[in-house]
């Protein structure tokens, strides 16, 4: 507790046995007034005084306004013990909101506990404790075990074991060695590091990680809106409607003015609107921060609100759902052995830098001698013409061998196919495809099961080596031999195909698709520890190159959005029950003073269950 | 520009609202958001420091005892 909340908590201590006694010699008349005024103004002589201070300054309907109008005036009908009590009461709630939210503030502030204190700098051979803002970029800072790296560089010497759980939510730690970056964020596990500063602390990881979820709430959600629009015109409306409570009815002949104006009372203490108007905003900050928890960085609470109402969700293929590298995964010779293909195959590739060629060679047995290889010609697209051992041999793709005249039989082979001839004698051909990701095919089934509808594959590959990919991932489309404006245009194609009310999301790597993750309505970059860019271009970004996050996400922020919804209905339902029954006559202050600072706190302990979601 | 600033005791969750609300009315100010959780007022003007006095004026208006870190 801070130290107004500790003084509060006296007050209300000292008021609370001031009440009791009084409660129990039950003084009466002016006598009495004078007695009960006594735990009164120890209880709310701070909500008096701001209340006359802020209308001076022009603020009528404050919450201390109501109270004092509402306390005032059971004073003025003789209901001394209502009084104190209400007011005793008030301040109980209000202390236990203030405590509930800097629990919550504290525990989501401790979730984003990166931010490294210090770094180890070296001046005459010892080691000295800066603030990290001092060090330069070119210095030399030094890591020891347990410690955080508190800026981005790369390791001049020696070797260690990163944790990155913190910046990815990764459990599994990184082995970091002498020429490798490294990230400030994370903790030094096991060996002493020095690492050279690339990046000043103003640009380096962790603080964009720390401001990006720290600007994160001023990008509100459509909810949050909707919340202080509707506070702006609640508690004029119930003021006003506690006036015409008081003085119409009996103006009309139904009964005496002090029974209305006990009535009227009550819809006062009701009319604060702090209840919705608090935990709103702290479910989206819960919601966020358990988000980064997980390594999701969620930009705004807007793009939370969106995410839970993902319906389409598309994908990059390359870099997202496959991991971008080539592999053998079909040798299919005529007329001679597999191996025999292979080798050939990796020896008239040999000096290729493709990719493609690449996996050949890496497939083929290691130490193929070069000498055997010849008169190497690339065809830009089509594949390599070379003399292998004096054959002439091709490999390449179908056009490359129509072009020589020879026919290629229908390959039914998934991914990219490689085929091969030699001397103008087809020998058959070698398929290669794209690696999935690990986790992938996982992904796509939870994000069925978190309620998505549609998944779409987009990419500039060719149908055959795309589709095969979307069958083992399961996803629902596919859309291949796009250019990259194509993406683009695919992607308003969807967008046009959305059911009302739902989201489109665009899940690239963040290299090169940034023109599609903005069009989306939410754009996830994944992979994108280290990546400034894709940072930059995304709303949501996965800092572990891992698409299971992205499951964990949708159903983060479902989550969110189920207790906002449970917080408005259970504040508004509350409020406007006590004030329907307040109009008859069945509720009493106390009701009111619950359904106002009782279901404020309960509202924000719900909205604490944010803090451990997963 | 846009320049954050930390708030101390900044009581009450509608007091933030309110406050954004004039503030973001102010003129000079293009955006300004307060936020309750994180305790900070970030303001988006051309010369932040020109609108600041006005700025802290009206916090003071709404909530007299917050405090605005000047840094």
Redesign the interface.
């Known amino acids: 507790m801070t130290k ?1 909340q500790k003084k509060t908590l006296y007050r209300i201590l000292l008021a609370a046995v001031l009440f009791i006694v009084l409660q129990l010699l039950r003084p009466e008349g002016p006598l009495g007034l004078v007695l009960y005024l006594v735990p009164y103004f120890v209880i709310g002589w701070d909500v008096l005084w701001k209340a006359v ?2 209308i001076k ?3 009528v309907f ?2 201390n306004f109501l109270m004092a109008i509402a306390t005032v005036g059971a004073l003025a009908m003789g209901e001394y013990a209502e009084a104190v009590g209400v007011m005793l009461f008030y301040q109980v709630g209000e202390l236990f909101q ?1 405590v509930a ?1 800097s629990r ?2 504290q525990s ?1 502030s401790d979730l984003m506990d990166i931010r490294p204190d210090y770094a180890n700098i070296e001046r005459d051979g010892q080691l000295e404790q800066v603030d990290p803002e001092e060090v330069s970029v070119g210095d030399v800072i030094v890591v020891k075990p347990g410690e955080r790296v508190p800026l981005d560089g790369t390791v001049a010497e020696g070797s260690s074991t990163l944790d990155t759980a913190a910046l990815t939510g990764e459990s599994i730690p990184r082995d970091v060695a002498e020429g490798e970056d490294v990230i400030s964020g994370c903790v030094n596990l096991t060996g002493v590091l020095r690492v050279r500063v690339t990046k000043p602390f103003g640009e380096s990881t962790v603080t964009k990680i720390l401001d990006l979820v ?2 994160s ?2 990008k509100k959600a459509k909810a949050e809106n909707f919340i ?1 629009r509707f ?1 702006r015109y609640y508690t004029p409306s119930v003021v006003f409607a506690a006036l015409a409570l008081a003085f119409v009815p009996p103006l009309l002949g139904m009964g005496p003015v002090s029974m209305w104006l006990r009535r009227a009372l009550v819809f006062l203490v009701v009319s ?3 209840a919705l ?2 935990s709103i ?2 479910s989206f ?1 819960g919601g966020i921060g358990g988000a980064s928890r997980q390594g999701v960085l969620v930009k705004g609470g807007n793009y939370l609100e969106a995410l839970a109402k993902a319906g389409i969700i598309v994908f990059d293929k390359t870099g997202t759902l496959t991991r971008g590298t080539f592999a053998v995964s079909e040798v299919s010779p005529v007329g001679m052995d597999w191996a025999q293909l292979l080798e050939i195959a990796a020896l008239a590739e040999h000096w290729s830098g493709h990719p493609i060629s690449r996996s050949i060679r890496d497939a083929a047995p290691a130490g193929l001698d070069a000498g055997r290889v010849a008169d190497v010609q690339e065809v830009a697209g089509h594949g390599v013409k070379a003399v292998v051992d004096g054959r002439e041999v091709l490999a390449g793709n179908a056009k490359l061998m129509a072009s020589a005249g020879i026919r290629t039989p229908e390959s039914a082979a998934s991914g990219t196919t490689v085929h091969v001839a030699v001397d103008g004698t087809y020998a058959g051909y070698i398929a290669v495809a794209d690696q999935v990701k690990e986790g992938a095919a996982q992904a796509l089934k939870d994000l069925k099961e978190a309620g998505v509808r549609r998944t779409v594959m987009l990419t500039g590959d060719a149908p055959q080596a795309a589709q095969a990919v979307a069958e083992r991932l399961g996803l629902d489309e596919v859309h291949a031999g796009l250019l990259p404006a194509d993406k683009v245009d695919r992607v308003e194609e969807l967008l046009g195909g959305k059911r009302p009310g739902e989201q489109l999301v665009f899940v690239g790597d963040g290299i090169n698709d940034a023109p599609v993750l903005s069009r989306a309505d939410i754009g996830v970059a994944m992979g994108a520890l280290g990546s400034d860019a894709a940072i930059e271009a995304a709303d949501i970004v996965l800092m572990h190159d891992d698409l299971t996050k992205l499951p964990v996400a949708v159903r983060i922020a479902r989550k969110t959005l189920r207790i906002v919804h449970q917080n408005i209905v259970l504040a508004l339902g509350i409020k406007f029950l006590v004030l329907a029954l307040s109009a008859f006559g069945y509720a009493n202050m106390w009701m009111a003073v619950f359904a106002d600072v009782g279901v404020a706190v309960l509202a924000i302990l719900n909205a604490g269950r944010m803090l451990n979601a997963k | 520009m846009k320049k ?1 600033f930390k708030l101390i ?1 900044l ?5 933030a ?2 406050m954004e609300d004039a503030i973001k009315k102010l003129p000079g100010v293009t955006d300004a ?1 307060v ?6 007022i ?1 303001i988006e003007a051309d010369d932040v420091s020109a609108v600041m006095p006005a700025v802290v004026k009206c916090i003071r ?2 909530e ?1 005892d917050c405090e605005v870190v000047l840094k």
């Open positions: 107004k201070r802020n300054n022009g603020q404050d919450e203030s939210v919550s503030r989501i720290e600007n709430s001023s202080t506070a604060c609107p702090c108007v608090i905003p702290l900050f | 954050t005791d009581d009450c969750a509608n007091c609202a309110k958001t936020s309750f959780l994180t305790q900070k970030t208006k709404v007299p």
